[in-house]
């Protein structure tokens, strides 16, 4: 088989210059920039002692939420009715793998479940455990701050 030539129309090439500039306009900013700050709550929740010791599995399914809520961003209420998102924050896992990772964490800690993991790794299961997060967000309470 004969080897083919490739050919570019010199439109294509003469772009190539500018899409390099235009590259390092990106690398390069556009002034300083303030540092984010980057927040992870850690829940601290612990089992009933009083729960009684089961022999089935649990899957636990990750937690529903509005694509605005399930966001790395923090939204905050400076008033009622008015929800924005806190400047130059953000959660360090979206708010759903969070409470995934916390209620996860609490069941199988507690001894009281035969088994329990999550239902994305297709474990089989007796039961689910079905969560939704309609609201996940930071408050002012009265202060210049949430």
Do not use: H
Not at 37 to 63: C, G, H, M, N
Not at 78 to 105: C, F, H, K
């Amino acid at each position: 088989m004969k080897p083919r030539a490739i050919t570019v129309p010199l439109r294509a090439l003469a772009l190539l210059p500018l899409l390099a500039v235009l590259g390092g306009c990106s690398i390069l900013g556009s002034g300083p920039r303030n540092p984010a700050t980057i927040y992870s709550p850690q829940a601290i929740a612990q089992a009933d002692p009083a729960w009684p010791r089961v022999d089935w599995q649990l899957a636990v399914a990750k937690p529903s939420a509005a694509r605005l809520v399930d966001s790395p961003r923090i939204a905050v209420r400076p008033v009622p009715g008015e929800l924005q998102v806190y400047r130059g924050s953000s959660w360090a896992q979206p708010p759903t793998d969070m409470i995934e990772a916390s209620v996860l964490r609490v069941l199988e800690d507690s001894g009281k479940i035969g088994g329990v993991g999550r239902l994305a790794t297709g474990m089989r299961s007796d039961y689910r455990l079905a969560m939704g997060v309609p609201r996940f967000e930071a408050g002012y309470r009265g202060g210049t701050l949430p």
